[in-house]
């Protein structure tokens, strides 16, 4: 069934369900016996339809756009595998340089882009080679890679072998009717949402077209209220109207929304339509492109103020799915790409992907790390952890603690108990202080307070010298001065 929808007589959108294609055309595993789709799903929408839908929809455009760029934003740092170690300065020049070259966090946001409005975003890994490798043969791992492409998932539709009988499955890319085969290894999909055993993702617009259709609808049926309401209704009466009269005040009005010319013995009445609120329509449809997004309703709309009731929980929600794509989805995608870059150059990828944390506010920060300090500091002075895994926590939080690692126990020292009292004590006893625990002092404080105690007795030494080579001069001065003293008298 295809429907057109029209503003003022032009046509902005068609909607139509594509024809339906032979199961023949889905290939199905003899040993397991489950079907595996090397198709688009033939139930979306043309993707023509999907992009012209897109840049119509301003809400799901805006939620879109925002994910993707929520993913990328802060980005992540590389560590090695054993928190002890130290990753190589080679590597890091080698990453940081692919990824300013390529403008890698941009090309990952385009791709989510397109993940969410084809159902897959699709890289092309490019390298510097001969003029006669094709596109569709394998790639050379000891090649470094030249840059990442953005391919146009419109035109990518298939995956399927160059020949009959060929084992191995080729991207399909198609304008027209000329074909390109891509072989696997030079293209990475990107797909945040996915069947199982189907090799495209799933279309965030396909979803909520029906929504949209309803929506577009309303907005459509909205602009031909207003304009029949602002511009009035023209109703002419004319005494025994004539067919060309009739027809030159049909073709005077035809510019009007509503116009009518009729006879005295025609009686037109026109009745005001009820008005209705499409709040909450429209509330409802932003409900769904909420939760398509895995977002929270006031995070697409705007929240207002003095309404953040449950925001909070929302927010949390929408924080933790993009983690979940970061880890799940990119970082398998990124390490693939980063393998081969450091293979190229002669190096081992053996580092692990850290995801920086997004959206923690200064007060937020604070109070997780007073929690980890607390903890640090409890842990310690139980004899759990030593200084380093102190440290650790309190920059990481929760960490492994090595079972065979076992921090010495602290031993404490003996206090003194004091003799007895046999003399007789007064009636009002006042209360007793309980005396504090004292703990041994640990190596590295006994050094730095034997280096404080060295200072003070080379200070004092010092001292003590200009003290005496001060008094020396005094008395010989004084000696002088008595001298002259002595000859004057004589004298």
């Known amino acids: 069934m295809v429907k057109?929808?029209?503003i003022f007589g032009k046509q902005v959108l068609q909607w139509g369900e594509p024809p339906e294609v032979s199961k023949s055309k889905i290939q199905r595993s003899m040993k397991g016996a489950l079907a595996f789709y090397n198709d688009r799903p033939k139930t979306n929408l043309p993707l023509k339809q999907m992009r012209e839908i897109i840049l119509t929809e301003p809400m799901l455009y805006k939620a879109i756009q925002k994910k993707n760029l929520d993913i990328v934003r802060n980005w992540f740092i590389i560590k090695p595998v054993d928190d002890d170690e130290e990753i190589d300065k080679k590597v890091l020049d080698v990453i940081y340089t692919f990824d300013k070259r390529v403008q890698f966090p941009y090309k990952l946001f385009l791709s989510g882009v397109c993940a969410n409005i084809y159902g897959t975003g699709f890289l092309e890994r490019t390298f510097i080679e001969p003029s006669n490798i094709s596109i569709d043969s394998d790639i050379n791992e000891n090649r470094e890679p030249l840059n990442l492409?953005?391919?146009?998932?419109?035109?990518?539709?298939?995956?399927?072998?160059?020949?009959?009988?060929?084992?191995?499955?080729?991207?399909?890319?198609?304008?027209?009717?000329?074909k390109t085969f891509i072989h696997p290894n030079r293209l990475i999909d990107y797909a945040t949402d996915r069947l199982p055993f189907s090799s495209f993702g799933i279309s965030k617009v396909n979803i909520v077209r029906n929504s949209l259709r309803s929506k577009m609808e309303g907005d459509v049926a909205s602009g031909d209220t207003l304009a029949?309401?602002?511009?009035?209704?023209?109703?002419?009466?004319i005494q025994d109207m004539q067919d060309d009269q009739e027809?030159?005040?049909?073709?005077?009005?035809?510019?009007?929304?509503?116009?009518?010319?009729?006879?005295?013995?025609?009686e037109v009445k026109v009745h005001n339509p009820t008005a209705i609120d499409p709040k909450p329509f429209y509330d409802y449809f932003y409900t769904n492109i909420a939760a398509v997004m895995v977002m929270p309703t006031h995070m697409l709309?705007?929240?207002?103020?003095?309404?953040?009731?449950?925001?909070?929980?929302?927010f949390g929600a929408y924080i933790h799915d993009v983690e979940n794509i970061q880890k799940v989805i990119l970082t398998p995608i990124i390490e693939k790409i980063y393998k081969q870059l450091l293979k190229s150059k002669g190096m081992i990828w053996k580092y692990k992907i850290v995801w920086n944390p997004i959206f923690i506010d200064e007060l937020t920060e604070a109070k997780i790390t007073q929690?980890?300090?607390y903890s640090a500091v409890n842990n310690y002075n139980a004899g759990i952890i030593d200084i380093v895994e102190a440290r650790r926590m309190l920059n990481d939080g929760v960490v492994n603690l090595d079972v065979k690692k076992v921090p010495e126990p602290k031993e404490l020292p003996e206090i003194p108990v004091d003799q007895p009292n046999t003399e007789p004590q007064p009636t009002d006893k006042k209360p007793t202080v309980k005396q504090k625990k004292v703990y041994p002092l640990e190596e590295e404080q006994k050094r730095m307070i034997n280096e404080a105690a060295?200072?003070?007795?080379?200070?004092?030494?010092?001292?003590?010298?200009?003290?005496?080579?001060?008094?020396?001069?005094?008395?010989?001065?004084?000696?002088?001065?008595?001298k002259r003293m002595a000859k004057k008298k004589k004298s």
């Open 228 to 237: 029949w309401a602002s511009h009035g209704i023209v109703d002419t009466t």
């Open 149 to 178: 492409l953005v391919k146009n998932s419109e035109h990518i539709t298939s995956k399927e072998p160059k020949t009959k009988g060929e084992k191995k499955i080729y991207w399909v890319y198609q304008e027209g009717t000329e």
């Open 4 to 6: 057109e929808l029209k």
């Open 371 to 373: 929690v980890r300090s």
């Open 454 to 482: 060295k200072r003070e007795r080379i200070l004092g030494e010092k001292i003590l010298k200009e003290q005496e080579i001060l008094y020396d001069k005094k008395q010989n001065k004084k000696n002088r001065r008595n």
């Open 247 to 266: 027809k030159s005040m049909a073709k005077l009005y035809e510019k009007r929304p509503s116009a009518y010319a009729h006879d005295q013995t025609y």
């Open 301 to 314: 709309t705007g929240a207002e103020l003095g309404n953040v009731t449950g925001s909070e929980v929302g």
